[in-house]
């Protein structure tokens, strides 16, 4: 019997529930970290980007309006879905990042655990953030987070897994939807969760995953007056600086890169950061001739 030919993946990108290539036609090399080619990743391009805002707003209705609960229930379907393609990504971390297959499968553990961990929070964080506040006056007055809108995600550079699930999972356990732009040098890891995506709960557009040099991309997605928010943790710090200049000029929520430690259990930061505060006052009334409010 002669030997197989190799069956060689193509990496897509993953736009409105859809996976296409980019729109430029454009590829580009990725290679592990000894410099052995491993797959050639689309470069995306401008058109690219404004095509995943638009995915990415026309999702934002349906998932910031659906229960958090039902959020919950959404993200552990995509842990449960990582799980059973445990070994995929523990082989794609190793390669990504230059790890043994041990400590490559303790990373990709960890990220599942990290996922589950951010999808028990989507029906607790309001009670942490929001609630009634005390007032001079027969007034109810309650406070209740809701999620910012579209979150352009610039994934960490060096952690392609862990960083990427840490910095996107509180973006959309939070009712935001993403434009998701991976590592550079290590977007296959980020490439192939958008398929576990696609074969989950999640809405198209909820998540849209860009590859390619990630100044190109950024620009575009800093400057668009339809995002609203965008983290920077994976732009360096002149990047970071001309990016948050461009997203001033719509007022967008920017959160600049900052040393962290993904393997550490997170605060809840990062979803506090993509959330807006609406406050809502009430008249109690009165009961009876004392006027006693209730």
């Given at each position: ?36 080619w491993l797959a050639n990743a689309p470069l995306s391009s401008r058109k690219d980007a404004r095509d995943a805002v638009v995915a990415a707003r026309k999702a934002f209705g349906g998932w910031s309006g659906a229960t ?53 929070w989507t029906d607790k964080i309001a009670q942490v953030v929001g609630g009634g506040n005390p007032v001079a006056g027969p007034f109810f007055n309650l406070s209740s987070p809701e999620p910012t809108g579209v979150v ?143």
């Amino acid at each position: 019997m002669s030997d197989r030919l190799t069956v060689l993946k193509t990496y897509k990108l993953y736009v409105g529930g859809k996976f296409p290539r980019s729109e430029s036609g454009r590829v580009y090399e990725v290679t592990d970290s000894k410099g052995k080619w491993l797959a050639n990743a689309p470069l995306s391009s401008r058109k690219d980007a404004r095509d995943a805002v638009v995915a990415a707003r026309k999702a934002f209705g349906g998932w910031s309006g659906a229960t958090a609960y039902n959020r919950g229930q959404v993200l552990y379907r995509v842990a449960e879905m990582l799980e059973g393609r445990r070994d995929q990504f523990t082989r794609e971390v190793a390669d990504a990042e230059g790890l043994s297959k041990s400590k490559a499968a303790a990373v990709v553990d960890a990220t599942i655990d990290r996922w589950v961990w951010y999808a028990g929070w989507t029906d607790k964080i309001a009670q942490v953030v929001g609630g009634g506040n005390p007032v001079a006056g027969p007034f109810f007055n309650l406070s209740s987070p809701e999620p910012t809108g579209v979150v352009a995600v610039l994934a960490p550079q060096e952690s392609s897994f862990l960083g990427l699930v840490s910095v996107l999972a509180p973006v959309i356990a939070t009712g935001n939807t993403a434009v998701v732009v991976a590592s550079e040098k290590s977007p296959l890891p980020a490439l192939s969760l958008a398929e576990v995506l696609a074969t989950s709960d999640v809405p198209g557009g909820v998540v849209n995953v860009l590859s390619g040099r990630t100044a190109e991309i950024a620009t575009p997605l800093a400057s668009h007056q339809d995002v609203n928010a965008i983290d920077l943790a994976g732009a360096d710090e002149v990047l970071a600086k001309e990016l948050e200049i461009a997203a001033a000029d719509n007022l967008k929520r920017v959160l600049r890169p900052q040393p962290v430690d993904y393997v550490e259990t997170p605060g809840i930061d990062r979803m506090t950061a993509f959330l807006e505060t609406k406050t809502v006052w009430h008249p109690t009334g009165s009961l009876g001739a004392s006027g006693s409010s209730y």
